[in-house]
């Protein structure tokens, strides 16, 4: 009678550990940079945000003929167009305005139809600033 015994031996176990020690060494890297990509990420999505409210917003006030008071059709017209003359005033286009750690340049016009170039940006003090850009379209003026 023979006695066989089944199982792993040490090398193969060893092996396995030290492919595994790779792989970590390599994948850990990018799991540690995450944090300051999501906040990129949220500061893109806040940006395209500005940037498609704003674009409605000069839509609803060139039904309008730009007027902020007064109705339309029964339809108060400030429900349909806001004073955009500055990147700072889109922000308050956005159901929910962001937190204050965002701030906006300072950009303006009182040529409705311009197209403003803005920057978002996002400065908790703990982490380094992160920024998108935007264009945004001046309307009620």
Do not use: W
């Not at 595994?20 to 999501?38: E, H, K, S, V, Y």
Request: aromatic letters at 4%; charged letters at 10%.
């Amino acid at each position: 009678m023979s006695n066989r015994q089944s199982g792993f031996t040490m090398i193969e176990l060893i092996v396995v550990i030290v492919i595994l020690g790779i792989l970590a060494a390599t994948a850990l890297p990018r799991f540690i940079d995450l944090r300051g990509d999501a906040m990129q990420a949220a500061v893109d999505g806040i940006a395209g945000s500005l940037s498609s409210a704003a674009s409605l917003n000069y839509a609803g006030c060139s039904a309008v003929n730009n007027l902020t008071s007064g109705s339309t059709n029964g339809v108060p017209n400030s429900d349909k167009c806001k004073l955009v003359d500055s990147c700072d005033d889109v922000k308050l286009l956005l159901q929910t305005v962001p937190p204050n750690t965002y701030t906006y340049s300072t950009t303006s016009s009182t040529t409705n139809g311009t197209v403003l170039s803005c920057t978002v940006t996002f400065n908790d003090g703990k982490n380094p600033a992160h920024t998108a850009n935007y264009t945004a379209i001046s309307a009620g003026n």
